[in-house]
């Protein structure tokens, strides 16, 4: 089993900065891949950012050149950086790890990130 926590979620202005990290406990190897979706209200998820066991990036248009996603394997541990954040960022973001072995996917909780005007 793996368990993902997120936090760092929070109320902001437009243009502030936020980071988010998520803790993964569990059976997690350093091959499975993490990241970072999130979902506002009526809308599906989506993905904001993500990183493969070999450090191979992907990033939503959207975020590309504001957002950065990073991970300490020996703390199990991934974070999203948040800069230059918009009204339009505002969801709840939640931590994503897929499996190498079988892409079963986990998911944690959610932290709530709003960008007020």
């Known amino acids: 089993q793996v368990q993902l926590v997120e936090s760092g979620g929070g109320l902001v202005q437009a243009g502030g900065s936020l980071r988010l990290s998520c803790a993964a406990s569990g059976s997690i190897f350093g091959i499975d891949s993490m990241g970072w979706y999130r979902q506002a209200p009526g809308k599906q998820r989506e993905l904001v950012a993500s990183m493969a066991g070999d450090g191979t990036t992907n990033y939503a248009d959207s975020a590309k050149g504001r957002f950065t996603i990073s991970r300490d394997n020996a703390k199990n541990t991934v974070y999203l950086q948040m800069n230059s954040l918009k009204p339009e960022d505002t969801s709840v973001y939640y931590c994503?790890?897929?499996?190498?072995?079988?892409?079963?996917?986990?998911w944690g909780q959610g932290t709530q990130v709003t960008v007020s005007s």
């Open positions: 994503n790890l897929q499996t190498a072995w079988d892409l079963k996917n986990y």
